[in-house]
């Protein structure tokens, strides 16, 4: 039997590039450099692009195409909201620090990600509610490491300007979404087997 795709009305698509179309002149106006606007908006079609690819790809299931559609969406925020601190921090070793940061807040979210959507879920290995142990010392992880970021900015700020604080605050609270991103990259199907998401949720959705 041959499976037909959500439409794209019934999936998040719409919602992904309205909330790109809203953030990225924002973002790409704080910069003042008109290049940099330009190049920012020219990243819309891109995005809207790759979620039709996705869609191609994924959208004989709705709750797995809204799922990475919700990740893109995240981590499209995360890198609108870079783009004027970036402006600022480019090609400094806070720059380089932000990024590596990033890649390992990343990679450790990815690799646990199935105990991030289970701690989310409050409940254990064997679906039992628990208190979510592993979510609170990932956000204490989360928290610390904002603090080294907000220290270092400040030391910047005599020599990047006080604009640089406000950029990072924006950036902050985009990188903490961003950092719960990896749980949308779990498989529907395993996610309800863990019991993370109920079954009239997944048919529903599906």
């Known amino acids: 039997m041959k499976k037909n795709r959500k439409p794209i009305l019934e999936t998040n698509i719409i919602n992904v590039i309205i909330v790109c179309v809203m953030i990225a002149p924002i973002m790409g106006g ?4 008109l290049k ?5 908006m020219c990243t819309i079609p891109v995005v809207v692009l790759l979620l039709f690819i996705l869609w191609l790809k994924y959208g004989y299931s709705g709750i797995h195409l ?9 981590a499209m925020i995360l890198v609108y909201s870079a783009i004027p601190l970036f402006n600022s921090i480019w090609g400094t070793w806070i720059g380089w620090l932000t990024i590596f940061v990033h890649i ?4 450790i979210g990815f690799i646990n990600r ?9 409940i254990d290995e064997n679906g039992n509610k628990a208190l979510p142990k592993f979510l609170l010392y990932y956000s204490i992880g989360l928290f610390v490491l904002g603090i080294i970021g907000f220290v270092s900015l400040q030391v910047a700020i005599g020599t990047l300007g006080s604009n640089v604080i406000v950029f990072a605050f924006l950036h902050l609270i ?7 991103s990896p749980v949308f ?22």
């Open 30 to 33: 704080l910069t003042e450099n």
């Open 36 to 40: 940099l606007f330009i190049a920012t």
């Open 66 to 74: 809204n799922s990475i559609n919700m990740f893109v969406m995240l």
């Open 104 to 107: 390992i807040t990343f990679l």
């Open 114 to 122: 199935e105990k991030l959507i289970r701690n989310i879920s409050g």
């Open 174 to 180: 985009a990188y903490y979404l961003f950092a719960i």
């Open 185 to 206: 990259l779990n498989n529907p199907e395993r996610a309800l087997e863990m019991g993370a998401i109920s079954q009239s949720h997944y048919d529903e959705y599906y």
